[in-house]
């Protein structure tokens, strides 16, 4: 056999990885991805693009336009997505979506990373600090005040598709400044199919899966969510046709697909917003269910952009932006142990993407300018037309 | 309580083997917490970076002596959120690397070695294995499979017997264990099916009590004792202790045999630094609902061994980059072998990274030239 240094060259990388900052850490995270785009996916360097932005701010289009906000709770790693190795579990994303998208590399979060602190820190464009497993609202002001205050518009038109019971809360703030009343309706559809099923079967208790994180644990319900008569009037489901639905369907994930699929061809909302939870099962360690939860949430984000173009509604004015809510673990952080967890606070936990398609952006274009998962609301407020005053983030240069 | 006013007494209600370490170096301990062999320039050097960490007044008069998990636990919720987590990691990270370099660890007796086995009741599977690892080793596609587990089990049990180190050689199982030397610590998931039934009561009974939240059942999982699981006390109290850790620090340790498997790997090499390490893992269960699999009412459950490849293939990377932050990395050695087949990789010194061999050999010969 031949003498090698295959143990030092790891030690090598540990130490190197060990060594570096952060920081330098994430810049390699972020470049590793872009090359990887521009590579497989033929995007172009956003910083190479000159002229004004794409997006249209008349106030005709305001009043049409869509926005849907896709985040993932529970983070997927580069090496099982957006890198060489792991492309093969996103075919959708890879092929069909990142050609037609604004593609931010570099997106930080610098908050706490549990999954409804930090989705509720992407509503609110502040760094929540609320306990990540009470059934609390966020403490500042959420994007969906915001849009309804601002633009004057009905309950109707502000959404929220959550995956756990504990996101009962996400829609609305406990801010003085706008109110009861003011935020955005939330569908928890695993309590919705709870309800539905009152306890008659056990066939449906794999769509009811909760927090994986502490899968023992369901915060008790309160607040505005949404009652089982709504199922009726705002879905225009019946109980049985939900429950068949429900039937056909093999994760929590793909049933609030559904959801949003029945709220986008009933309601119409301009403002409408899915957090998918199923990839958080990685907390299990077992990597395949991992995996395969990474494989189904990349085919139901194409499945969900293919029905904004097929709905009169959303096709054409709709822009789409996909996010995970942080990352997860990196291998080679000692203090955690790789996929399974979030809990280190690495660049790898920290750093993670977002994708923008649809009306008025650009195509095919990577950026890796920093931001940070805050300044989506800002984003979305210059988007839309509403001013988020107590966001702390900034908008995303390169989409303006 | 201060580090510096420790006095014996108070580890009372320490396990009998721990308070006698802790009484037997608490001079070592207080040396340790007063830093005395540094200058002031050196502490603040070295401490700068904790002493930018604030924590509130009441931290002071939290037991973490006697409740450690719990003041970890508070202690970490309040640094993330205050958004001190980062800073705290840095200074904690920096300070190890000082450490290190203050007081080298010892060298090792011989060559580490790590065994993962992988792959159990597979028939035959076409995708490609050990991908993370093909870049760092030798791939065999022709190992001659014939009593390879018994080969590298008696290799275990011959280096445990050239190389007597307390919890230094482990068999760790993800399923039945198989015949082995007395000489090998084993830890085996069916083996500890009963304590892991009391568990799952012990947390169902928990999470039914009103007010109950995750941190609360986290917190009183911490607390349980090899006794409190069933546990008798005739056997090893130090592996008993670690046995229920497993389970009650790990998470999904209690319903999935990988996760047990991998997590098992991880912290023997972490606790105990093992010397040789050689884990085999087993067909886990289907995955089903999480309060069905909690409930733990399937005394026979459905068994996923193909998935269960999946979850091995890469606990074998995680058991080698563990493996990797000890000392005497250099020269460690790590095999990964495809369980009844041909398929093998080697990770040591003399075998070149990113090759590929189809040299027929039996794996007892193919150890004898990795174990050094």
Not at chain 1, 42 to 66: A, I, W, Y
Request: with cysteine; net charge negative.
């Amino acid at each position: 056999m031949n003498q090698t240094s295959v143990n030092r060259a790891l030690t090598a990388e540990l130490s190197a990885k060990a060594g570096a900052s952060p920081q330098e850490i994430a810049w390699g995270l972020s470049r590793s991805r872009r090359e990887f785009l521009r590579g497989a996916a033929g995007v172009v360097l956003g910083s190479t693009l000159m002229g004004g932005s794409p997006l249209l701010r008349g106030e005709t289009v305001r009043k049409k336009r869509k926005v849907i906000v896709v985040t993932f709770g529970g983070g997927a790693r580069d090496q099982e997505t957006f890198a060489p190795e792991g492309q093969e579990n996103i075919p959708h994303m890879l092929q069909e979506l990142a050609p037609q998208s604004s593609f931010f590399t570099h997106v930080t979060n610098r908050g706490i990373l549990g999954h409804y602190v930090a989705t509720a820190s992407l509503a609110t464009g502040v760094y929540e600090t609320l306990n990540n497993f009470s059934a609390v609202p966020p403490q500042h002001p959420t994007v969906f005040e915001y849009f309804r205050k601002d633009l004057k518009r009905p309950i109707s038109d502000a959404w929220v598709v959550a995956p756990s019971n504990g996101f009962n809360r996400i829609g609305e703030s406990d801010s003085r400044q706008f109110g009861p009343g003011m935020g955005a309706q939330v569908i928890l559809p695993k309590h919705l199919l709870s309800a539905a099923r009152s306890g008659a079967t056990a066939d449906f208790d794999h769509l009811l899966r909760d927090n994986y994180e502490t899968p023992y644990y369901t915060p008790q319900l309160g607040g505005g969510e949404f009652e089982l008569r709504q199922l009726e009037q705002i879905l225009k489901l019946s109980v049985n046709d939900f429950m068949a639905h429900a039937r056909a369907v093999s994760s929590p994930d793909e049933l609030s697909i559904y959801i949003v699929k029945r709220l986008m061809k009933q309601e119409a909302p301009s403002l409408l917003w899915l957090t998918m939870h199923d990839i958080d099962i990685a907390h299990s360690g077992a990597y395949s269910l991992y995996i395969e939860a990474i494989q189904r949430t990349d085919r139901l984000c194409a499945e969900l952009w293919q029905a904004a173009q097929s709905e009169p509604e959303y096709a054409g004015n709709t822009t789409l932006f996909v996010l995970p809510d942080f990352g997860r673990d990196a291998d080679y952080d000692s203090g955690g142990n790789g996929f399974q967890h979030h809990r280190t606070g690495d660049a790898a936990s920290r750093t993670t993407w977002m994708m923008a398609l649809g009306a008025g952006v650009r195509q095919g274009v990577v950026y890796d300018e920093p931001m940070q998962s805050i300044d989506l609301v800002p984003s979305l407020g210059a988007l839309m037309g509403f001013s988020p005053s107590l966001s702390q983030g900034t908008p995303i240069r390169g989409l303006f | 309580m201060q580090p510096r006013n420790l006095q014996p007494e108070q580890f009372a209600g320490y396990p009998p083997d721990a308070r006698k370490l802790i009484t037997a170096h608490l001079e070592a301990v207080r040396e340790l917490a007063n830093l005395s062999s540094l200058s002031k320039a050196q502490i603040k050097e070295w401490f700068e970076g904790f002493a930018q960490i604030s924590l509130p007044a009441a931290f002071d008069k939290l037991d973490w002596i006697n409740q450690p998990a719990g003041f970890i636990e508070q202690e970490s919720a309040y640094l993330w959120t205050t958004h001190q987590q980062d800073a705290f990691r840095k200074a904690a990270t920096e300070y190890g690397v000082r450490l290190r370099a203050a007081a080298p660890p010892d060298a090792v007796p011989v060559r580490r070695l790590g065994i993962a086995i992988i792959g159990q009741g597979v028939a035959s599977y076409d995708a490609p294995l050990f991908r993370n690892l093909r870049a760092h080793g030798t791939y065999f596609d022709r190992i001659n499979p014939e009593d390879g587990l018994e080969q590298l089990l008696a290799a275990a049990a011959e280096r445990a017997k050239a190389h007597p180190v307390p919890y230094g050689h482990w068999y760790v199982e993800g399923g039945q264990p198989v015949e082995h030397s007395p000489l090998l610590t084993c830890v085996s998931y069916k083996a500890l099916e009963p304590v892991r039934a009391e568990l799952l009561k012990k947390i169902q009974a928990e999470i039914k009590r009103p007010g109950m939240g995750p941190e609360e059942l986290r917190t009183d999982l911490a607390k349980l004792t090899p006794a409190d699981l069933g546990m008798d006390h005739s056997g090893d109290a130090v592996l008993d202790t670690f046995q229920v850790r497993l389970f009650t620090e790990g998470s999904g340790t209690q319903i999935f045999s990988t996760t047990f498997a991998l997590w098992t790997a991880r912290e023997a090499l972490r606790r105990a630094q093992a010397l040789t390490l050689l884990v085999r893992f087993a067909p886990r269960q289907r995955q089903r609902p999480m309060n069905e699999l909690l409930s733990n009412s399937h005394p026979n459950p459905e068994l996923d061994p193909l998935s269960s490849l999946v979850d091995a293939d890469m606990g074998a990377s995680y058991h080698w980059i563990n493996q990797q932050r000890l000392p005497g990395s250099e020269q460690s050695a790590f095999l990964v072998w495809f369980e009844g087949h041909s398929q093998a990789l080697v990770i040591a010194p003399y075998f070149a990274a990113g090759k590929q061999s189809s040299a027929s050999v039996g794996l007892g010969d193919l150890l004898s030239y990795v174990a050094g």
